[in-house]
């Protein structure tokens, strides 16, 4: 059975103190893991995909990598507007369906 | 951009009445899914469907069935709403199974 863990389940950081989330997996042939984000209330919204080990992919303040038993989402500099919960998701084998972790609550504060 | 909406934000039921939650995308994607989302459970898929009249159970599908007719439309029905399907519900949709799923914003469902 696929597995998503994510860590730490919150964290509290104050503007422009960066840091790192943890997503670790257990699946049996990753085909992509997903990294979004969801305000409260809200519906997730896609943030990147990672197809292999070793890959890489940046936007505004937002760095993700992969190795092949977990990923990091690596926030930079974070400002308020970076308060959310993040998610990530594998894809494992043949099957379509994504596998989600229960997220990183994180509160950036002045 | 890729639209996926859900027809309601905020709903509430009885024990024991039928729930329709509808879903539409617009964007021609082949697979859908519904999710329900629990503090400390995280995202748990119920029924996905990867064509028209196609389904798939998740890994919760007890007290739930789906119906995909037309492309563009998947519906999640609870037979007999239960408290215990209070939830936020979250439809998704993927062009195929290597792309990224799009969310609608979500029905929060209270059953009472």
């Known amino acids: 059975e696929d597995q998503v863990t994510q860590s730490p389940e919150a964290l509290r950081l104050q503007e422009g103190e960066s840091s790192s989330l943890n997503c670790s997996y257990t699946?049996?042939?990753?085909?992509?893991l997903f990294w979004y984000r969801q305000d409260p209330g809200k519906g997730p919204e896609f943030l990147f995909t990672?197809?292999?080990a070793g890959e890489e992919k940046e936007k505004e303040r937002l760095k993700a990598t992969l190795t092949k038993k977990e990923s990091f989402l690596h926030i930079t500099a974070p400002k308020p507007e970076d308060s959310a919960t993040y998610l990530c998701?594998?894809?494992?084998?043949?099957?379509?369906?994504?596998?989600f972790g229960t997220g990183t609550r994180l509160q950036v504060t002045l | 951009d890729v639209k996926v909406t859900q027809s309601s934000r905020y709903l509430v039921k009885r024990t024991g009445e039928k729930v329709f939650l509808e879903c539409v995308q617009d964007?021609?994607?082949?697979?859908m899914f519904w999710y329900r989302q629990d503090p400390g459970l995280g995202l748990r898929l119920i029924y996905f469907?990867?064509?028209?009249?196609?389904?798939e159970k998740g890994d919760i599908p007890e007290g739930y069935s789906v119906s995909r007719e037309k492309k563009e439309r998947f519906s999640l029905i609870l037979e007999s709403a239960s408290t215990n399907q209070t939830s936020m519900y979250l439809c998704?949709?993927?062009?195929?199974?290597?792309?990224?799923?799009?969310f609608g914003q979500g029905t929060r469902l209270t059953v009472v």
């Open positions: 998704a949709s993927r062009a195929h199974s290597h792309a990224e799923a799009f």
């Open positions: 699946v049996s042939g990753l085909r992509g």
């Open positions: 990672l197809y292999s």
């Open positions: 998701a594998v894809q494992a084998g043949t099957a379509s369906k994504l596998t």
């Open positions: 964007m021609d994607h082949e697979n």
């Open positions: 469907s990867y064509d028209v009249k196609m389904k």
